[in-house]
């Protein structure tokens, strides 16, 4: 439901969903485009409202599930391209080394959850996008 989204009116949104269905089983053009559904809900009744989406990252928990994280992650970046009032932040860099293995120094003990520095990371990467994102007044 996006009543409670819409009754603020906001100039700004982030979201950050649809991991959890992915780790529990769907498919990651499934959850891809139930976001992306969302998406166009959301632009329908709030037109002027900048979405921020921030990619999903496989964790250690659940890596036998990453390559339908990385399937929802391509398919919604693809798709807001083409849109100017979605901006795509791709998380999963600021999470991984080059060789693709996670950066341990930003999770909590249990390899899913996003430790203090972890959430600098977060904080930092967020503030940097909400300002720059495309056709938003800062």
Request: with cysteine; net charge neutral.
């Amino acid at each position: 439901k996006i009543d409670y989204i819409v009754r603020y009116n906001p100039k700004k949104i982030v979201i950050h969903i649809g991991g959890n269905d992915i780790n529990r089983g769907a498919k990651g053009s499934v959850a891809a485009n139930k976001i992306i559904d969302l998406f166009n809900k959301i632009h329908a009744v709030l037109p002027y409202t900048k979405i921020l989406y921030v990619s999903n990252d496989p964790s250690q928990n659940y890596w036998h599930r990453h390559e339908e994280i990385n399937i929802a992650n391509e398919v919604i970046k693809a798709y807001v391209e083409k849109l100017d009032y979605v901006t795509y932040l791709d998380f999963t860099q600021y999470l991984y080394t080059e060789d693709c293995n996670y950066v341990r120094t930003s999770l909590e003990a249990d390899g899913l959850h996003l430790n203090k520095l972890g959430y600098a990371l977060w904080i930092k990467n967020l503030k940097e996008a909400l300002l720059e994102m495309k056709g938003a007044d800062k």
